[in-house]
């Protein structure tokens, strides 16, 4: 179970679910027909090893990242919500915006992987160790970021709006925000506190995008943490005891009282959209896609 002020690496608690993503991600590259190709991904993967590597060389079928039932679906997810979240960041680079904030940047390779226009400046925030451990691999594999790129090492439960300011992000200029794969593992608190934080900065002409996930019934989510607890061997990785189950509001009610244009896609539209199936009624992925919303809101 999370508490105040926990903080992790790459392979242990949250800090783990930026690889798992990563590795669904290198998956999907693998297709013939990839909703989108991230060749970081794997270079992360490669230099973790184990499991992390022989999913990706079909020497662990029985990863779950494999299964039918959840991992197959979970790829998708990965491939769309990428494709969803790059199609947001190359409208607001259209739009004129050179100021990008990705919050829980993980292992997110935008700024060395998209096209952004001259003069954009990255800011990315996340835990010192995720950080560390990103710059690492792409240092030793040569990568060079397509944008000027700035770390911030912060847990995203404090306040991190100074940090970012010391870093240079300028609030009077129109900047695009991402809280991708966060809010989950954030209290209700501190979900409010980082919409709060992006509304204060964002000047006019600024977009932010927001995956968010609506919290299980409690009774639903206790019976799955002692469910996991219970049975920590059972081979799949611990998700439900590293969430919060909490959800300040919905980002497209939130953003919206406060003056910003926001649209919400259910994730399940958005797998329909890029011809990717939805997952059955009974199938171990269901519950989590029919509560995920994909947001997109402007503010002018
Ligand atoms: N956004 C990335 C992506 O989609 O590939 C990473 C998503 S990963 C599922 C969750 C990320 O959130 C991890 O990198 C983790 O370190 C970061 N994170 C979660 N809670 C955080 C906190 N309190 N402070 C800083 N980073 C946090």
């Not at 096209?115 to 040569?142: C, M, N, S, Y």
């Not at 794969?181 to 919409?195: D, H, M, S």
Request: charged share 25%; with cysteine.
């Amino acid at each position: 179970m999370r508490s105040d002020g926990d903080s992790w690496d790459i392979t242990t608690s949250v800090g783990s679910t930026a690889l798992f993503v990563a590795t669904a991600r290198a998956l999907e590259a693998q297709k013939a027909d990839p909703l989108v190709v991230d060749p970081y991904a794997e270079l992360f993967c490669r230099a973790v090893g184990g499991s992390w590597a022989d999913v990706l060389d079909g020497r662990d079928p029985d990863h779950e990242l494999k299964s039918e039932d959840f991992g197959q679906h979970f790829v998708n997810f990965q491939g769309c919500r990428t494709r969803y979240f790059d199609a947001y960041f190359e409208r607001a680079a259209a739009a004129g915006v050179r100021q990008v904030v990705i919050l829980a940047a993980g292992l997110d390779s935008r700024a060395y992987r998209l096209p952004w226009p001259e003069g954009t400046t990255i800011f990315e925030l996340d835990q010192p160790q995720v950080l560390d451990f990103k710059r690492q691999v792409l240092a030793e594999h040569g990568a060079q970021p397509r944008a000027e790129r700035r770390e911030i090492a912060v847990d995203l439960r404090d306040d991190w709006s100074q940090a970012l300011r010391d870093k240079g992000f300028d609030p009077e200029r129109p900047s695009a925000w991402i809280a991708e794969g966060l809010l989950i593992y954030l209290p209700a608190t501190a979900q409010e506190a980082l919409f709060t934080g992006i509304d204060a900065l964002a000047g006019p002409g600024s977009h932010a995008a927001i995956e968010e996930g609506a919290p299980l019934p409690r009774d639903e989510y206790e019976a799955k943490v002692a469910a996991e607890r219970a049975d920590p061997d059972a081979g799949q990785r611990p998700f439900f005891q590293l969430v919060y189950n909490e959800q300040c509001a919905p980002a497209t009610e939130w953003f919206g009282r406060r003056g910003w244009t926001a649209v919400g896609t259910p994730l399940n539209d958005y797998l329909r959209e890029v011809g990717r199936p939805v997952p059955g009624p009974d199938s171990e992925a269901t519950p989590m896609f029919s509560r995920i919303t994909l947001v997109s809101a402007a503010k002018s």
